[in-house]
């Protein structure tokens, strides 16, 4: 990522690799499912908060921790670095599986979480506008899936992919199903989402395919604070195919 500075944080154990730019406020991402597009929209948080970009245990740089089993062992290994980093408070943003993993941390510690952007979240069951089983897309389909525009994605789709490249996909697949084969939505998680009562923005791009953008309805029907911002033009991946949306989160933390 160009600009940041590389950290590596040892958390219980686990290296966990963190890339670091920017003063002010703290402005902590926590990113989706895959992370082979990086996170050079990033760069634009830089010129009001300090932006922290961890790689999830099993994501990316950091090392593998196959003892999280679900998203509360994750939750836990926030509050650790955050500890770790003498940080208390955040504003916290979360993109897809991420988003879930921000509702979560920040329902169970609200009081480390100064706003709360959710982006495309994953985690509520809805029936007439389901999440898509990523898990059971073959992988060559997968990239159509999560853009509207598909020129956004080629410079980091390799002709053809190399065994590390295919390695690291199959490595962070095998740490997301280890997560939601069992329990692709949380059953409960609606019922403690009226403890937001930070201020809390949901974005969506809306041509996602991944998470349709008709759930942040019912996101706003359990979180009473949260405004609504859809984006035309952009899927799954709206941080990477909408500019707007990178500004709109900044404008919303700040």
Do not use: C
Not at 150 to 175: C, H, N, Q
Not at 193 to 202: D, N
Request: aromatic share 10%; proline share 7%.
């Amino acid at each position: 990522m160009t600009d940041f500075q590389r950290e590596i944080h040892n958390i219980n154990g686990i290296n966990v690799v963190m890339y670091v730019a920017g003063q002010g406020e703290t402005l902590l991402y926590l990113h989706g499912a895959g992370t082979f597009h990086g996170f050079e929209f990033a760069k634009q948080w830089t010129d009001k908060f300090r932006v922290l970009v961890p790689y999830h245990p099993g994501f990316g740089e950091s090392d593998d921790d196959p003892s999280i089993t679900d998203m509360h062992d994750y939750v836990m290994h926030y509050v650790a670095l955050l500890e770790a980093l003498g940080i208390e408070k955040v504003n916290l943003v979360g993109f897809s599986l991420g988003g879930n993993l921000a509702a979560r941390f920040a329902t169970e510690h609200g009081h480390r979480v100064l706003k709360l952007a959710l982006v495309g979240p994953a985690g509520l069951r809805d029936k007439d506008h389901p999440t898509l089983d990523v898990l059971a897309v073959p992988p060559e389909q997968l990239p159509g899936l999560l853009v509207s525009n598909m020129d956004v994605l080629k410079p980091y789709l390799p002709a053809a992919p190399d065994l590390d490249f295919i390695a690291a996909r199959y490595r962070e697949s095998t740490t997301v199903a280890r997560l939601l084969w069992d329990k692709p939505w949380d059953p409960k998680l609606h019922r403690y989402l009226h403890r937001l009562k930070m201020p809390t923005l949901l974005l969506w791009g809306e041509d996602d395919k991944i998470v349709p953008s008709e759930q942040a309805k019912l996101w706003q029907s359990f979180v009473p604070r949260a405004d609504i911002q859809l984006f035309k033009g952009a899927g799954h991946l709206v941080l990477d195919e909408s500019p707007e949306a990178v500004t709109a989160i900044s404008k919303f933390m700040s």
